[in-house]
């Protein structure tokens, strides 16, 4: 889809063009070949399957998700068919996006660096345009140990493995619970990183005071939605600051402003994942159209003219 009165809302992450900057967020929706090709049929720019891990896993058991009235809190552990049976959906899911032009976004999550090379070769076969390195998952910790986005060296070594081996541009995701998220942004692109996705959830915990216990059965979780938003707004600008590749601001983006703040904060694209539980499946649309009627109120004409706004003022 084209600009609309005279707007344009495209992007590029990587050599990868976007109609729009929305971008579905992996683990929101991304479980199924049909659920991506829905969600981009209702106005997605992109579409990020859930994280792939080497063997299936079943996750934890409920509960694995609260809303606490300011935002989400969620552990589910990583839910997923395994990179075989991720690869088969993707497949699936590459054919139904074609027709529609919409970017596919495969999602990797590993506890080695040749874990992570074996998996990303595994989804690469299915061709998706995209692969994404979950370096940052908080949900679970106590398997895994420390997650790869806390130190620059780590996540530059799973970057570069990763690079060398699968033919399609590679995206490290971030955590926002780093000391200097910045310096971890710069080890990821010096590695070859072709974009940054910034952030994964807040990791937090919710107690029920009538029970005395937290509210998950995992105990702490993720943090994510509007709580959220102001952490990534600071990490995204942070990294644009710090490296000069393409950054999908995602975390807490509810609307078209939530949207156009990421981007004036320096991201390229948008990640957009709570607002499903928020708005429903039309949140595409609504805050696409949101960004348009804010950029048309303001006399803008293409996202490139507030990109980094907030930098330059």
Avoid at 68 to 90: C, D, F, K, S
């Amino acid at each position: 889809m084209g600009p609309i009165g005279g707007l344009d809302l495209s992007c590029e992450i990587a050599g990868v063009r976007l109609s729009n900057p929305l971008v579905l967020a992996s683990g929101i929706l991304g479980t199924s070949a049909v659920l991506l090709i829905r969600v981009a049929r209702l106005g997605a720019g992109a579409v990020t399957a859930k994280s792939a891990t080497r063997l299936p896993r079943v996750g934890h058991p409920s509960p694995i998700l609260f809303d606490w009235g300011h935002g989400l809190i969620n552990a589910v552990g990583l839910t997923n068919p395994g990179a075989e049976g991720m690869a088969e959906i993707l497949r699936a899911a590459k054919a139904g996006l074609a027709p529609l032009g919409v970017p596919l976004i495969a999602s990797v999550f590993a506890a080695s660096v040749e874990e992570f090379v074996e998996v990303a070769r595994m989804l690469a076969a299915a061709g998706p345009d995209l692969i994404e390195l979950n370096l940052s998952c908080p949900n679970v910790a106590s398997e895994y140990g420390e997650i790869f986005a806390a130190n620059p060296r780590a996540t530059a070594e799973a970057v570069a493995a990763v690079k060398a081996a699968v033919p399609c541009p590679v995206l490290a995701k971030l955590a926002p619970h780093v000391p200097d998220i910045a310096r971890i942004a710069r080890a990821a692109e010096e590695a070859g990183a072709d974009g940054i996705t910034a952030v994964n959830t807040m990791p937090g915990m919710v107690i029920d005071v009538e029970a005395g216990r937290p509210v998950l059965t995992n105990r702490e979780g993720g943090i994510s939605g509007p709580a959220l938003k102001p952490i990534a707004v600071r990490c995204v600008y942070e990294i644009a600051r710090a490296v000069r590749i393409p950054i999908i601001g995602t975390g807490g983006v509810l609307t078209g402003e939530d949207a156009i703040e990421m981007i004036m904060a320096g991201a390229t694209a948008v990640g957009v994942g709570s607002a499903v539980a928020y708005r429903g499946m039309g949140a595409f649309q609504a805050i696409r159209s949101e960004m348009e009627d804010w950029l048309a109120a303001h006399g803008y004409r293409c996202l490139a003219e507030i990109r980094g706004l907030a930098h330059r003022r």
